[in-house]
């Protein structure tokens, strides 16, 4: 479990997110987080949430950032190099590529799987893991999912309602 404590948290000169109460993210649990272009979905992701999971040996986790094209060509290169012939054509098939080799560990680490405005989250029903999925997206919203919504009261001030 992650906690992120209640508070202000000034992200750069100008802009801040403000979190009405706690925001904790369990294992087993989906979060969606909602919000405008511009709210501060992606600020949260990368200055305080990434920040929090960074170095901790007791977890894993996946992010897959917006600009998902960049991060497929990184990911066809490293495939063609450690599976050649595993061919990475779309997102789905960078979210089969990254659950194949968590699969191939031993070990039963939880995973926080963090999408920045995914296209498509294609986790395996047979991923034998524990999993919180913490995610973006203006195409959809998973069924079971919290929300977590993020409402801009000004160009520098967003407050985020868990």
């Known amino acids: 479990m992650i906690t992120l404590p209640a508070g202000t948290r000034d992200i750069w000169p100008g802009f801040s997110l403000s979190i009405d109460q706690p925001l904790v993210f369990q294992i ?6 909602k919000g405008a272009n511009g709210s501060g979905k992606s600020s949260l992701i990368h200055h305080i949430l990434l920040p929090e999971l960074r170095g901790r040996k007791e ?3 996946l992010c897959l950032q917006q600009q998902m094209h960049l991060q497929i060509y990184a990911l066809r290169a490293q495939a063609a190099i450690f599976q050649p012939g595993f061919a990475i054509r779309g997102e789905e098939d960078v979210w089969r590529y990254l659950w194949q080799d968590l699969a191939a560990r031993r070990d039963n680490l939880p995973v926080y799987v963090i999408a920045d ?3 498509s989250l294609d986790i395996p029903k047979d991923i034998q893991r524990p999993i919180c999925l913490i995610y973006s997206s203006h195409r959809y919203q998973l069924e079971k999912a919290h929300i977590v919504e993020f409402v801009q009261l000004s160009p520098q001030k967003t407050v985020i309602y868990a």
Do not use: N, R, T
């Open 117 to 119: 405005e995914a296209c």
């Open 28 to 33: 087993g649990e989906s979060y969606f987080l």
């Open 59 to 61: 977890l894993y986790v």
